[in-house]
């Protein structure tokens, strides 16, 4: 009788009785089989609010940006608020992919296509809001720099330019990043086909895949290069679109704290998103036995951590506002706690902050009830952060004949909970299609940690000496 781990940390990466061709049957050929019956449901509620997006776009671009809830002086309302969210969510697919590879994590395998999955519907639905804003996105192709007969460039002083700029070369990579790690899966999706169909599109997908040496060579090389330079992009896209706020003067935005800041909230929130997602798919689909509780767990304590960071910046951002001096900062840390918005403050404190202390405790991080239940609070959290950082700020100007307040519309509702509704959509698609888990890695990862398996060692590499 094999032994039982002491603790979930002591615990298999794979559990089981595996062998190479039951993770591929596993795994593989979930896009070949019936999807269960929460997957209906959930494409339902995706395609349901997919409409409502269309439908909001659709009155957008007839009636203008009027009829969302901004105004003098919160010209910046639920559309820069998603947008920060949608972004930092999509910012948890990079750092598990590429920043866990080049540091040699290998609990990455379980969960890294999905969060990388997730990062690209994220942006998609991040970049929808800026682009609505301009209030004609049908020349949005003017945000970029190219020749043209009237001389007319953007302006590269403006934060919003580099937005452009940093967003789509994330997305670019990250897609990338993505497709170069399907193709080895693509090949045995296309081994496996049963309909010519399938076998056509998958072949062409997988790019002659033909798992020679060569190919893994070249794949590896690729793949490595992608992680190097994904790297940077995880640090750079949050700090500038923090810069949007911190290159300006407006008291609670012009602060040197806010791209670390906005990074790990970017983490935080993409982690609990991951987990959102992971907790009941791991379940539908039966996957304890390669998403095991030891990937949960250090999820979950990534989300501590992080989340400490983001307590620790809330801290500095209050005492900033009395050690400065400046009357403005002191008003607005005072108007954004006990103002006409402040419940939103302290919701926020007890979202990000209060609750997810729970998370030291182990019992509580390997309960998939309470570890859903906070994660679901998290993604909350951080969205009122967002909304206490754009409105709070705005809506009490230096002037108090400038003093508004902001009211979203039900376009502004209906816009929101659209892109929620494409990016469930869109990733119940993906489940349907596409395994959810990188087989080959995981193959490669059972070779090295099945027990009578070699761990990373392997034989030297001959050097023709004697």
Known sequence: MAAQPASVIDGPMIEGQQTYGTITEHIGDIPAKSPPAPWYFGAAFGFGLLGVMVLTIGSLLYNGIGIWGVNVPVGWGFDIINFVWWIGIGHAGTLISAILLLLRQQWRTSINRFAETMTLFAVMCAGLFPLLHTGRPWVAYWLVPYPNIMAVWPNFRSPLVWDVFAVTTYLTVSALFWYVGLIPDLATMRDRAKSKVKQVVTGMLAMGWRNSAAHWFRYETAYLLLAGLSTPLVISVHSIVSLDFAVSLMPGWHTTIFPPYFVAGAIYSGFAMVLTFMIPVRRWYKMENFVTMKHIDWMAKVMLATGLIVLYGYGMEAFMAWYSGSLWEELMFENRTTGRFGLSYWLLILCNGVIPQLLWLPRFRHHMGVLFFISLV?????????????????????????????????????????????????????????????????????????????????????????
């Open 378 to 466: 998290i993604n909350v959290g951080m969205w009122l952060e967002r909304f206490v950082i754009v409105v709070t700020s705005l809506h009490h100007d230096f002037l108090p004949s400038s003093w508004g307040m902001y009211y979203p519309t039900i376009w502004d509702l209906g816009m929101f909970a659209g892109t929620i509704g494409f990016f469930t959509f869109m990733m119940f698609l993906f489940l349907r299609f596409l395994p959810m888990i990188a087989v080959f890695e995981m193959r490669d990862l059972w070779h090295k940690v099945k027990p009578d398996g070699h761990g990373d060692r392997h034989a030297p590499v001959p050097t023709g000496k004697s």
